[in-house]
T-cell receptor, first 109, second 114 residues
Framework: GIQVEQSPPDLILQEGANSTLRCNFS?????LQWFHQNPWGQLINLFY???GTKQNGRLSATTVATERYSLLYISSSQTTDSGVYFC???????????FGTGTRLQVFP | DTGVSQNPRHKITKRGQNVTFRCDPI?????LYWYRQTLGQGPEFLTY????????KSRLLSDRFSAERPKGSFSTLEIQRTEQGDSAMYLCASNLGEGSYGYTFGSGTRLTVV
């Protein structure tokens, strides 16, 4: 099955810093989503981005489907950005999302 | 609808007991998914339904696990003879159907088997 790898596994930032999270996947996909999991376990959808670039406030994401990777950019980080960020993909022969192992982000004041 | 609802939020049970979780998807969503997440890992797919039909089951779903969606609305996930290794967060998600892009997740049920 498709493999999804995320890096770095852990990231510690001071408030105001910028960061880039990466997601690599091993096969063609027709769906890619970035999620933020808050301390209570809720998965919040950030972006649906199988290709191209999107921006939402301080967050933006870029997926280069031909090279099988996606990047999530967080600018001017805030303590509320802390949590685990997951990339999840869906390949063409299935309807289920496959998740990466996540990047744990801690933002300190 | 305000989202996907899961109950209970937390469940502590003794090893060997049976437990049942419930998921209420967004009302117009035809597809419903169950995932399991253990500490430090990403969610792992268990099974999914199109209306009342169970379309796919993961090998993670042992014969102690059963999921139903009898009327194509809410779903239940039952674990029989619980083991300590079943301790995890059980997440439910829904979407509009085949080819749909958005998956909305519930807050999960955290199971602790003691």
């Amino acid at each position: 099955g498709i493999q999804v790898e995320q890096s770095p596994p852990d990231l510690i930032l001071q408030e105001g810093a910028n960061s880039t999270l990466r997601c690599n996947f091993s096969d063609s996909v027709n769906n890619l989503q970035w999620f933020h999991q808050n301390p209570w376990g809720q998965l919040i959808n950030l972006f649906y981005i199988p290709s191209g670039t999107k921006q939402n406030g301080r967050l933006s994401a870029t997926t280069v489907a031909t090279e099988r990777y996606s990047l999530l950019y967080i600018s001017s980080s805030q303590t509320t950005d802390s949590g685990v960020y997951f990339c999840a993909v869906r390949s063409y022969n299935t309807d289920k999302l496959i998740f990466g192992t996540g990047t744990r982000l801690q933002v300190f004041p | 609808d305000t989202g996907v609802s899961q109950n209970p939020r937390h469940k502590i049970t003794k090893r060997g007991q049976n437990v049942t979780f419930r998921c209420d998807p967004i009302s117009e969503h035809n597809r419903l998914y169950w995932y399991r997440q253990t500490l430090g890992q990403g969610p792992e797919f268990l099974t999914y339904f199109q209306n009342e039909a169970q379309l796919e089951k993961s090998r993670l779903l042992s014969d102690r696990f059963s999921a139903e969606r009898p009327k194509g609305s809410f779903s239940t996930l039952e674990i029989q003879r619980t083991e300590q290794g079943d301790s995890a967060m059980y997440l439910c998600a829904s979407n509009l159907g085949e080819g749909s892009y958005g998956y909305t997740f519930g807050s999960g049920t955290r199971l602790t088997v003691v």
